[in-house]
C-alpha cells in the first residue's frame, strides 16, 4: 500500500507543477524613456520624465509566477538612469534590482538595458529611477501582481472592483536644479525642498465611479519623493488586507498614513444609496516641511462617484490626524517572532556637515558615497575576499551576512524628523518601534519578551523622531541589498547602507548579462575590482571616491552658522541701544543731556556696557541641522 501510495503522488505532484507552469507566462514591456511636457496641477508646465512619449507612465502588470521583461531605452538625451522594482524580491536575480553604481552601471543616454525576473509574491509594489534621485521628475509608476489563489478575492471583493491610486507629493522645479541647491554650502542646515503640490493618480479632482453595495479594493501607494501622506475616506471605513506586498488579517481604520514608498491594499464597501459623492483625501505630513509656505494646499482631493449628477461636496475639516497604527497588524500566515538573532548590525542616523559646507545624513559616521564598480561586480570578482567587507569600500557602509543567518536592525534615529526605512530584497518582521522622543535602543535596552509574538512585515516602515526601531530578517536571498531611508533628499545625502548578502553562492550561480557590461562600457565604468577598482590587491582601496573630508574638529558649520546668528544679534542690539540711549528726550532737563553727551558707551566682547550698565545682553539665537523637518541634536 505504501508503495502505491508513493506511486500515486508523483504523478499528482509532477501534475500540479506542470499546470502551474502552463499558466505562467511571459509579459514585455518596451520602454523608451523620454521628456515630455506636464502640468499635473494646472500651475506650472515642466519638463517631466515620461515613457513611450506620455506621462504618467504606464502600471506594469502580472500575475503571480509570471516572468516580467522590460526592454528600457534611455532617450533622455542629458542623464542616465535606471529601474528599480520596489518591493520585489529579485531571488536569485539581484543584478535585476536596478540602483546604479549598486547591482548594476546606469543606463547612459543612447543605450538600452533589459530586466528580466520571475516574480513569485503577490501585492502592491511600484517601479522608479534608482539613479540621482531622479524620480521626482516623474519616472514612478504601479507594479501589480495579481493573486488568483488570494485568500481575499472572490470571498471579500471581485477582480474587477479592484481600483490602483498613487499619491505623491509633486515639485516644479527639476531634480537636476534643486539637488545641487539641497547640498550646498548655501543650505548649512539640510532644510528639504517643499514640494508645490500633491497628487491623486498623477493629477487632481480625481473622480473615482462606484456602485452601491460593493466592495472595492484600492490599492494605494505613495510614489512620492519626500512627504508622508495622511489619508482616508469620508463617510466610509478601510479594512486593511495588505502591507508592501505582505498579506495581514482585516484590521479596520479610518485613517491611515502612507511614508514615501509605502503601500497599503484595503476593502471600502460602498453604501447602500447614490444619493450623494464622497470625499477621499490625501494630507501631506507638514511636519517634515522646514516652511510651510502660504500658497501650498499640502491636500490633495478626490471623490467617489455614486451619482454624476449629484455635487462633489468640499472634504469636511478634521480635529486631528490620528493614522491606524500599523505596528498592530498581524500577517495573515500568522509566522511568529524569528529566534534571537545572528548577526546585530547598530545604525545611528545622523545629519551633520561636511568640510564642503553642506549637510549629509550618516549612518553612524558613513555618509554613503558611491563605489567606481557595482558592488554587486565587486562580490562577483572578488574571489574568497568577497566576504571581507573591506573589499566593498570604506563609504559604501557594507555588511556582509551569511546565508540563512537572522539578521536584526536596530536604528537609533539622532535626528527630529521622521525617516521610512527600506530594505531591497527583503521584507522584514517590525519588531518593536519606540514612541517619539524615547531616546535609543542602549538607553531602552528591549528584550525578546518586549518584541511582538508575531509582527507585522512590510519593506519600508518609519522611524519616529528622536526614538529607534528594531526590524528582523533572515538572509536567504543571495545579492547586494540596499537599507536606505526613502526620503529620496536623504537618499542624496548619503542615508544609505548595504548588505552583501552570501557573496561567495552569488560566484557559482550568477552571470552578468551582456547588455548589463554594455552599459558600463559606455560610461566607462569597471566592472571587476574593488569599491576603488583595484583588481590586484582587493584590500587596496587608493583612489576609491570619498565625500568631502570632515570640518576641522571641534568646529562645525552649524557653529559657525550659530556665530553668524550670535554676531548679527549682537550688533542690531549694539544699534538699538545706541539709538535709545543717545536719542534726545524732550522731557529731561538740560544738565541731563550735556552728561550723556559726554558718556561714551564702551564695547566688550559682543555685548555693549556704558557707565550707567543699563543694557541688557543681546540674545544668542542657535540654529542647528535641520532634516525632515525637524532638528538634529548638537
Not at 505504501?2 to 507566462?25: E, M, Y
Not at 471581485?158 to 536644479?177: F, G, K
Amino acid at each position: 500500500m505504501p508503495s502505491l501510495l508513493g506511486r500515486l503522488v508523483l504523478p499528482v505532484a509532477w501534475t500540479a507543477t506542470l499546470l502551474g507552469l502552463s499558466t505562467a507566462k511571459t509579459v514585455t514591456y518596451n520602454f523608451n524613456i523620454g521628456w515630455v511636457t506636464s502640468n499635473p496641477d494646472g500651475a506650472f508646465d515642466r519638463p517631466t520624465i515620461g515613457i513611450n512619449g506620455q506621462w504618467p507612465i504606464p502600471r506594469i502588470e502580472a500575475d503571480v509566477g509570471d516572468t516580467v521583461v522590460v526592454h528600457a531605452t534611455n532617450q533622455l538625451g542629458n542623464q542616465s538612469t535606471s529601474l528599480h522594482f520596489h518591493g520585489l524580491y529579485q531571488n536569485g536575480t539581484t543584478h535585476m534590482d536596478g540602483p546604479s553604481q549598486v547591482s548594476q552601471c546606469a543606463i547612459a543616454p543612447g543605450s538600452s538595458f533589459t530586466y528580466n525576473f520571475t516574480i513569485n509574491q503577490p501585492g502592491t509594489y511600484w517601479y522608479h529611477s534608482h539613479t540621482n534621485g531622479q524620480y521626482p521628475d516623474g519616472l514612478r509608476g504601479a507594479l501589480i501582481v495579481h493573486d488568483p489563489d488570494s485568500p481575499f478575492l472572490n470571498t471579500y471583493y471581485q477582480q474587477e472592483n479592484e481600483r490602483v491610486l498613487t499619491v505623491s507629493d509633486w515639485y516644479h522645479d527639476q531634480i537636476a536644479d534643486l539637488l545641487p541647491a539641497f547640498i550646498s554650502k548655501t543650505n548649512p542646515t539640510g532644510a528639504e525642498p517643499v514640494p508645490n503640490a500633491a497628487l491623486w493618480n498623477d493629477t487632481q479632482n480625481l473622480k473615482v465611479p462606484v456602485q452601491p453595495n460593493t466592495t472595492y479594493l484600492f490599492r494605494v501607494i505613495n510614489v512620492g519623493a519626500f512627504a508622508g501622506q495622511y489619508i482616508w475616506f469620508e463617510g466610509h471605513n478601510m479594512t486593511i488586507i495588505e502591507v508592501d506586498g505582505v498579506y495581514h488579517q482585516p484590521a479596520v481604520a479610518d485613517m491611515i498614513y502612507l511614508s514615501a514608498a509605502q503601500r497599503c491594499s484595503f476593502l471600502v464597501t460602498t453604501k447602500n444609496e447614490t444619493s450623494s459623492n464622497y470625499a477621499f483625501v490625501a494630507s501631506m505630513d507638514t511636519s517634515l516641511f522646514d516652511t510651510l509656505p502660504d500658497d501650498l494646499n499640502y491636500n490633495v482631493t478626490g471623490w467617489l462617484v455614486y451619482d454624476d449628477a449629484q455635487p462633489l461636496p468640499d472634504p469636511a475639516l478634521v480635529d486631528e490626524l490620528n493614522n491606524f497604527d500599523d505596528m498592530t497588524l498581524l500577517p495573515y500566515d500568522n509566522q511568529t517572532l524569528l529566534g534571537e538573532p545572528d548577526t546585530t548590525v547598530h545604525l545611528d542616523v545622523i545629519m551633520d556637515n561636511l568640510g564642503d559646507g553642506a549637510n549629509y545624513a550618516f549612518f553612524n559616521n558613513i555618509t554613503y558615497k558611491a563605489p567606481k564598480v557595482p558592488t554587486l561586480y565587486t562580490a562577483l570578482s572578488a574571489g574568497d575576499q568577497a566576504a571581507d567587507p573591506t573589499v566593498y569600500g570604506s563609504y559604501t557602509h557594507s555588511f556582509v551576512l551569511e546565508r540563512g543567518q537572522i539578521v536584526q536592525i536596530n536604528v537609533n534615529n539622532l535626528d527630529t524628523g521622521r525617516h521610512p526605512f527600506h530594505l531591497h530584497g527583503h521584507n522584514f518582521q517590525a519588531i518593536y518601534r519606540s514612541a517619539e522622543d524615547a531616546g535609543t535602543f542602549e538607553e531602552n535596552n528591549p528584550q525578546e519578551s518586549d518584541f511582538s509574538p508575531m509582527p507585522m512585515r512590510r519593506d519600508t516602515f518609519v522611524l519616529y523622531p528622536t526614538g529607534f526601531i528594531v526590524l528582523r530578517f533572515r538572509a536567504d536571498n543571495p545579492g547586494v541589498w540596499l537599507f536606505h531611508c526613502h526620503i529620496e533628499w536623504h537618499v542624496s545625502s548619503g542615508l544609505i547602507a548595504t548588505f552583501v548578502e552570501a557573496p561567495l553562492d552569488l560566484q557559482q550561480t550568477l552571470s552578468i548579462p551582456q547588455d548589463h557590461l554594455d552599459a558600463c562600457a559606455a560610461e566607462n565604468i569597471p566592472t571587476a575590482g574593488n569599491a576603488a577598482g583595484n583588481t590586484v590587491n582587493f584590500l587596496d582601496l587608493t583612489g576609491e571616491p570619498k565625500p568631502p573630508d570632515p570640518l576641522p574638529a571641534g568646529f562645525t558649520t552649524r557653529g559657525k552658522v550659530a556665530l553668524a546668528f550670535s554676531c548679527l544679534s549682537g550688533i542690531l542690539g549694539v544699534i538699538v541701544v545706541a539709538w535709545y540711549g543717545l536719542a534726545p528726550d524732550a522731557a529731561a532737563p538740560a544738565w541731563a543731556e550735556e552728561r550723556l553727551a559726554e558718556t561714551e558707551p564702551q564695547v566688550v566682547g559682543s555685548a555693549v556696557r556704558s557707565s550707567e550698565a543699563t543694557a541688557t545682553e543681546p540674545e544668542v539665537v542657535t540654529v542647528t541641522a535641520v532634516s525632515g523637518g525637524g532638528h538634529s541634536k548638537a
